[in-house]
Structure formats: structure tokens, C-alpha cells
């Protein structure tokens, strides 16, 4: 636990603090890898529920230059019972294997194809750069297969801005899937 607690300490700092000098995994967002990062979205990201995902688990999969957003998949829109299943499929998914920077070499076809998939479709979602308020966190694969059983999806309400109970979020999103 103490390697998230790092991690997450990492969210306060200025990409120029000194500290970061070290490493330069917190920088910026990198394709197929998994990423955690503070988002303050416009609109929701649950059908049938104006809530969305203030601290997302996302492995990013394109990028959109010219309209500044990014499509990636939530972990935390996925039931957690599902996640190691997604987790799975992803994995063999991965035609070419995993480099030794934990990237997933998924092909965009194989990526589109799985996204279809009533659990993962929900999941897929579109993030804007100039509503990222973090930095990025990026995650080994270790390190993401631990994540995805952690507690640490804070669904927001959009009006309100208050903390949205999670179980309301998962059974909303439980419904969706059918």
C-alpha cells in the first residue's frame, strides 16, 4: 500500500517541482498505459445519472490532438466483480505481449472490437486534457491488476459536487449493461 500512497502524493505537485526530476512517469499521459489522474468533468459519464469519475483509473488507447481529448478505458465504470475479467480479456487481447514499460500492445481493431462488449462500451470514455486537474499517474501492470480492486472510485454528483455512494453508481451501471 505504500507504493499508492506515494503515487497519490504525487497529485499536488507542479510538473516542474524538483522532485518529480527523478522520474518522469508523472509528467504526462502515455498511450496503453494505465493511468490515475483528478478530473473535473462538464458531463456525466453514468447513463441515467448526472455523475462522473473525480479520480479515474483509465488505460488510455487514443488521442485527439486537434480537439484536445483522449479516449481511454474507466476501471472504476466497470463493476468491480467484472474487473478482473476485463483485466483478462485485455491481456489476451494484447496480440504483441507487454513491453518492460508495462504497455499494452492491444491493436486499435482488437481495442474497438472488445469496446463493443456490453461490460467495456460503458467504460470507454472521453476525457478532455484542459479538465485534468493532476498530474498523471502512470501505473505498471502490477500495479493496475492491485488498483483495480481498491476502493478509490469517487463518483461526484454534477450539480452538487458532492460525493455520489458508490453502490447507487454500480447498480446504475449494472442496469446500463442489460
Request: proline share 5%; glycine share 4%.
Amino acid at each position: 500500500m505504500r507504493w499508492f500512497k506515494q503515487k497519490i502524493g504525487m497529485l499536488s505537485l507542479k510538473p516542474n517541482d524538483p522532485r518529480l526530476r527523478s522520474t518522469r512517469q508523472y509528467a504526462k499521459l502515455s498511450m496503453s498505459r494505465p493511468h490515475f489522474f483528478v478530473y473535473e468533468a462538464e458531463t456525466s459519464s453514468v447513463k441515467g445519472m448526472e455523475v462522473y469519475d473525480r479520480f479515474p483509473l483509465v488505460l488510455p488507447f487514443a488521442v485527439n490532438l486537434e480537439n484536445g481529448t483522449f479516449h481511454g478505458i474507466n476501471f472504476h465504470h466497470i463493476p468491480p466483480d467484472l474487473r478482473l475479467v476485463v483485466f483478462d480479456r485485455l491481456m489476451a487481447a494484447s496480440s504483441r505481449g507487454f513491453s518492460e514499460e508495462s504497455r499494452i500492445r492491444a491493436e486499435w481493431q482488437t481495442l474497438k472490437a472488445l469496446a463493443n462488449h456490453p461490460v467495456i462500451s460503458q467504460a470507454v470514455k472521453c476525457y478532455r486534457f484542459d479538465r485534468v486537474k493532476s498530474l498523471y499517474i502512470r501505473l505498471s501492470l502490477e500495479e493496475l491488476l492491485m488498483s483495480i480492486f481498491m476502493p478509490v472510485e469517487w463518483f461526484v454528483d454534477l450539480k452538487s459536487g458532492r460525493t455520489v455512494n458508490k453502490s447507487r453508481v454500480f447498480a446504475q451501471i449494472n442496469r446500463n449493461m442489460r
